[in-house]
C-alpha cells in the first residue's frame, strides 16, 4: 500500500520514502479506526462488514466495476399464494409451472406446497373438509402462509362460484395485510362490486394475467436498471 501511494506521486507525498509511507499508512489507519469508531461504531477494517473485498492494486476501474456487478445479488423472483377453489386444484397445479417458467413469479400452492392432513386428502372431493381433525390449524396455517413476508401477495384464479376460502384469503391479503391482490375470474363474476373492491388487477383470462406479469417485469427492471 505504501509503495502505490508513492507511485502516485501525490503532491503531499513527494520527497518521502517507503519506510515513511508505512509509518504514514499505520497512522492514517489507526485515525480512521478511531473516526468509524466514533461516529457508526464499527471498525471499518474489519472484513466481516462487507459484502465484497477487492484487491485493485493491478485492475483498472472499469475492471473494478465488473467485478463489483458480476458479484451484485440477483433479485429474488416475486412470490405469490396461490389461491384457487379446491375443485380446480389439478387443472391449476398442472398449469403452474408453466406459467413460473414464463413469468418468473413463483406460486406458493397451499393445496400441494404444505405438508399436512389437507394435502394428504387431496385425492378426496368436498367430504375431506369433514375428515379433517383440526379446521383452527388449518386456517391458521394459510395465514401464516399469507403473512409470510416473501409472500407479495395473492395470485388469485376462480373458475367456479363453489369457493369460500378464496374469498376469505382474498379480504384478509388486502384489506388486513394490504398485500397486492392479482384476480382472474372466468366464472363471469369478474364485475362484481367487491372483487373490484380487494383486487389490484381483475383478468378474464390467465393469458392476461401473463401479459401483465411480464410487462409490469419489464418495467420494474427498467426503473431498477436507471
Not at 505504501?2 to 497512522?27: H, P
Not at 378426496?124 to 386456517?139: M, N
Not at 396455517?141 to 409472500?151: A, L, M
Request: hydrophobic content about 30%; proline content about 4%; glycine content about 4%.
Amino acid at each position: 500500500g505504501a509503495k502505490r501511494i508513492l507511485n502516485q506521486e501525490r503532491e503531499e507525498e513527494l520527497g518521502k520514502s517507503i519506510k515513511n509511507m508505512i509509518s504514514l499508512n499505520k497512522k492514517r489507519i489507526n485515525s480512521d479506526k478511531k473516526r468509524y469508531l466514533k461516529y457508526y461504531e464499527l471498525n471499518c477494517y474489519d472484513e466481516s462488514n462487507y459484502d465484497l473485498i477487492i484487491d485493485s492494486t493491478n485492475l483498472s476501474p472499469n475492471q473494478v466495476a465488473k467485478k463489483i456487478i458480476k458479484n451484485l445479488p440477483k433479485p429474488k423472483k416475486p412470490k405469490f399464494y396461490f389461491c384457487h377453489p379446491r375443485v380446480s386444484r389439478f387443472k391449476m397445479r398442472s398449469w403452474q409451472p408453466g406459467f413460473e417458467k414464463r413469468t418468473g413469479v413463483i406460486l406458493f400452492n397451499p393445496f400441494f406446497d404444505k405438508e399436512d392432513e389437507e394435502v394428504e386428502k387431496n385425492h378426496l372431493g368436498k367430504e375431506k373438509y369433514k375428515e379433517l381433525i383440526d379446521h383452527k390449524k388449518l386456517v391458521e396455517q394459510d395465514i401464516r402462509s399469507i403473512t409470510d413476508p416473501e409472500i407479495e401477495g395473492l395470485l388469485v384464479y376462480l373458475d367456479t362460484t363453489e369457493s369460500w376460502g378464496c374469498p376469505m384469503e382474498i379480504v384478509y391479503a388486502k384489506k388486513v395485510l394490504n398485500k397486492k391482490v392479482y384476480s382472474v375470474i372466468t366464472n363471469g363474476d369478474h364485475h362484481h362490486p367487491w372483487l373490484k373492491y380487494h383486487s389490484d388487477e381483475i383478468f378474464t383470462s390467465t393469458e392476461e394475467l401473463e401479459k401483465f406479469l411480464i410487462e409490469k417485469a419489464k418495467k420494474d427492471t427498467k426503473i431498477s436498471n436507471n
